[in-house]
């Protein structure tokens, strides 16, 4: 029990260590949150537009809700462990650590629950946002499973950012690396775009990724299984994608097509057929000109 008390302590002081540095507040905590508004504000066009995702439809601003999540648990996890404990080990820290009594684990789960818990606050203010600014329905029954893969994808992300602190020499690297890797695992899994709606030649590899897996996961809190109260036909939904209003025709599919090409005949039946126009030509050399 003494050892659990000393990583809650640890882990503590990590966190207020954390609150006092003006780079982890800014990118690790309110730049998802800026994402998140700046996505909703300008990707969507309120409840009519929707996504495809896993065999069932999901609002645009529940979809950029639940994935701008795990980017946050992204960058507050993975990108934050690999910078900090690179600065420490650079710094000479970790060596001084290493030569108290404290036991190595208890650093290590304490560095762990630092990053849960500014995870946990940056998801926690994204679902506030979402709910209360733009109107995204989250199941309650379903919070339990969305809390089971958050500590999951947490833990995942945890350990993947100690572990890449090996290949990280310096500082500098690391703050490269890190950030560089958590955008790229996005655009991959489908955090920004739907996988669902991309060429299929990226589904195969996105599968790997832990990020897709707790998109994956969490996909019940936000869209129901298709046929379940709550879910959207596939029929009602109007087609979007992640990068502009004029690209919706991209993605819209055969169904889609059709749909427009019947707007559009209906939109032209309401109009005269144009006449036929006639040119004869006179010995004289001139032209006449006939409507039919």
């Known amino acids: 029990m003494a050892d659990v008390r000393l990583a809650a302590t640890q882990s503590r002081y990590a966190l207020l260590t954390a609150f006092r540095t003006p780079r982890t507040v800014v990118f690790g905590m309110a730049f998802p949150v800026v994402l998140l508004v700046m996505f909703n504000s300008i990707f969507t066009g309120g ?37 900090g404990l690179t600065a420490q080990r650079e710094t000479g820290q970790l060596k001084r ?35 209360i600014f733009f109107g995204v329905d989250i199941a309650a029954e379903r919070l339990v499973g969305f809390a089971v893969y958050f500590a999951l994808g947490a833990v995942a992300f945890s350990a993947l950012g100690i572990a890449i602190t090996a290949l990280t020499p310096t500082v500098d690297s690391a703050s490269a690396a890190g950030p560089f890797i958590v955008v790229m695992l996005a655009f991959v899994s489908g955090v920004f775009i739907s996988v669902d709606q991309r060429r299929t030649g990226w589904r195969p590899w996105a599968r790997h990724f832990p990020s897709t897996t707790w998109r994956r996961g969490c996909r019940p809190a936000w869209c129901p299984a298709p046929g379940a109260p709550g879910s959207r036909p596939a029929t009602s939904r109007r087609s979007w994608s992640g990068a502009s209003p004029g690209l919706r025709s991209r993605h819209a599919g055969s169904g889609g097509s059709r749909r427009r090409r019947g707007r559009s005949q209906a939109s032209l039946s309401r109009y005269p057929a144009p006449r036929t126009v006639s040119i004869v030509s006179t010995p004289k050399g001139r032209s006449t000109f006939s409507l039919r």
Do not use: H, K
């Open 97 to 131: 650590l290493r030569g108290t009594p404290m036991p190595a684990w208890t650093f290590v789960a304490a560095q762990v629950m630092r990053s849960a818990m500014l995870a946990l606050i940056v998801v926690l203010a994204m679902l506030a946002t979402g709910v």
């Open 47 to 83: 409840a009519a537009d929707s996504v495809t995702f896993a065999g069932g439809t999901i609002t645009a601003s529940a979809y950029f809700t639940a994935s701008l999540s795990a980017y946050a648990i992204g960058l507050s996890t993975f990108t934050s462990l690999a910078i």
